[in-house]
T-cell receptor, first 117, second 115 residues
């Protein structure tokens, strides 16, 4: 069965601290896709990254970095030097190629990040 | 243009009202989605349209009726809703379905309150 677990419900940090959001997934598919979305208080989900199961390269985009490890079924997200504007709910999501013709995303429960000034 | 727009932003309706939510995208995407999101929960998929045809209905009650008039527009018609239907309704689009690879782009949502 497919499942995404974000064990951290809420994280609070002070500005400029580094913070890592954990994501663990379960799937029987050999081809799958992982996503991170940010949902600020305004409500819109903002796409951050997509990672394919056959590409384990880590990625860095500015202050954001992602660590994909198939061996531990994890796709963790690190924000370096956090800022107040990073305060949001962050969702990790999974899409399986086998069910890809439905376009269905399996979301984790989300992690609420609060960055205090 | 990487934007999905939704109207209205807020909607308050009584249980006997009929209203519609509208979603629009001009990215040439051929897959469009409706999600319902309750507070402090992840989005729940309601409907998927692929090439203007309904491809998924996640056992949504018939008081929600989707419509896809063309490849850029997606509507959600609401009738005889219940207070528990109050939620944030999100529209999304992706290049297509058929693979799991296509990221979905979300609109800002309509915050619906049913009295």
């Amino acid at each position: 069965a497919q499942k995404v677990t974000q064990a951290q419900t809420e994280i609070s940090v002070v500005e400029k601290e580094d913070v890592t959001l954990d994501c663990v997934y379960e799937t029987r598919d050999t081809t799958y896709y992982l996503f991170w979305y940010k949902q600020p208080p305004s409500g819109e989900l903002v796409f951050l990254i997509r990672r394919n199961s056959f590409d384990e390269q880590n990625e860095i985009s500015g202050r954001y970095s992602w660590n994909f490890q198939k061996s531990t079924s994890s796709f963790n997200f690190t924000i370096t030097a956090s800022q107040v504007v990073d305060s949001a709910v962050y969702f990790c999501a999974l899409s399986e190629a086998a069910s890809g013709n439905t376009g269905k995303l399996i979301f984790g429960q989300g992690t609420t990040l609060q960055v205090k000034p | 243009d990487t934007e999905v727009t939704q109207t209205p932003k807020h909607l308050v309706m009584g249980m006997t009202n009929k209203k519609s939510l509208k979603c629009e995208q001009h990215m040439g995407h051929r897959a469009m989605y409706w999600y319902k999101q309750k507070a402090k929960k992840p989005p729940e998929l309601m409907f998927v349209y692929s090439y203007e045809k309904l491809s998924i209905n996640e056992s949504v009650p018939s008081r929600f009726s989707p419509e896809c008039p063309n490849s850029s527009l997606l509507n959600l018609h609401l009738h005889a809703l219940q207070p528990e239907d109050s939620a944030l309704y999100l529209c999304a689009s992706s290049l297509r379905t058929g693979t799991g690879a296509n990221e979905q782009f979300f609109g800002p949502g309509t915050r619906l309150t049913v009295l």
